[in-house]
């Protein structure tokens, strides 16, 4: 659902920034590079969010996707 798509958003942004910033784990540097480029990337999204209301619909399935897949690593 569209509305689920932001506070997914939202979620996986955090659980990027958690990954990235992982100190307990050995996180290598490589996953943290795809971190970064990852919450690079959903901030570009969601500053469309605000000026156009159609743009949460071509953006919605993509990042339901991502959040889905995220869950599963």
């Known amino acids: 659902m569209i509305v689920d798509v ?3 958003l939202e979620d996986l942004r955090e659980g ?4 990235q910033d992982d100190e ?3 996180v290598s ?6 971190c970064q480029a990852a919450i ?3 901030d ?3 500053l469309y969010v605000d000026s ?5 619909f071509a953006i919605g399935n993509i ?8 869950l599963l690593i």
Request: glycine share 0%; hydrophobic share 60%.
């Open 6 to 8: 932001l506070p997914c």
């Open 16 to 19: 990027l920034i958690a990954a």
């Open 24 to 26: 307990e784990h050995n």
């Open 29 to 34: 540097n490589i996953i943290r590079v795809a």
């Open 40 to 42: 690079l990337v959903i």
């Open 44 to 46: 570009k999204y969601l």
């Open 52 to 56: 156009c209301d159609l743009y949460i």
């Open 63 to 70: 990042f339901l996707f991502l959040s889905e897949l995220w």
